[in-house]
């Protein structure tokens, strides 16, 4: 099968055709949830990169995976009860696990080092209001909003247009959790550990990164792909 993007293709569009792209789009910092609707061109002159060399990361991705069956559970043929479903399961369940198991860490590695390390008290205020956000936002999707797509999805909604400003706030949150993950890394200097970085003070680094691709995939099966057949 010939490779089928370009510099003209839609940063989103890649990810929703082949999802592993999102692994390289990640490494070369550019956003394919809130900011996917561009196209490649546009996301490699934001980012100073070189377009030779993304098309041939992006194709090595593609000759891997292109012989490997689509994830048909969660991705653009899939029905919208199931895409909700798997939301849940694989990334609200998930992300709430991980801010609790990650705070003390976070909590711990501020207390011990930042006074050497003024970043890293910049890194507490910044995970804990992206703690609080998302796990709200994640419930308010669960309790109100889900429902009500739910319904917008088999043709029982009362009121559209009160789904519809629901879902615009969504992608209004979405945006903030986004500007929040970029700060961390940011101040964070794109995870770069000192050289006296102790075990934990790393374990914070890489499970925060870890943290932030879940977020990022979480947002895209949402704003690309679930929230634009209601909008």
Sequence with gaps: MTFPFSSTSLVKDIVNELPKSSDVFKKNRIDFCCGGNIPL???????????????EELKVVFEKYEHEEKDVDVW???DTNTIID???????????????????????????????????????????????????????????VFPLIKKLADGTVEN????????????KEHDHAGEILRKI?????????????????RLVYARLEALEGLTFMHVHLENNILFPRYI
């Excluded at 061109?41 to 098309?55: D, R, T």
């Excluded at 705070?103 to 609080?132: A, C, M, N, Q």
């Design 76 to 78: 653009t043929d899939s």
């Design 86 to 144: 798997h939301v849940i399961t694989n990334y609200h369940r998930a992300s709430e696990e991980e801010l609790t198991m990650l705070s003390p860490y976070v909590t711990k590695v501020s207390r011990v080092h930042g006074d050497h390390h003024p970043e890293l008290l910049k890194v507490y205020e910044l995970f804990y209001e992206f703690k609080k956000e998302l796990t709200e936002h994640m419930e308010k999707e669960e309790a109100i």
């Design 41 to 55: 061109s546009e996301a490699v002159e934001k980012n100073g990169l070189n377009m030779e060399a993304l098309l």
């Design 160 to 171: 559209r247009e009160e789904a519809i400003q629901l879902i615009t706030e969504l992608e």
């Design 185 to 201: 890394r940011e101040v964070t200097s794109d995870y770069t550990l000192p050289l006296d970085a102790c075990g934990t003070y």
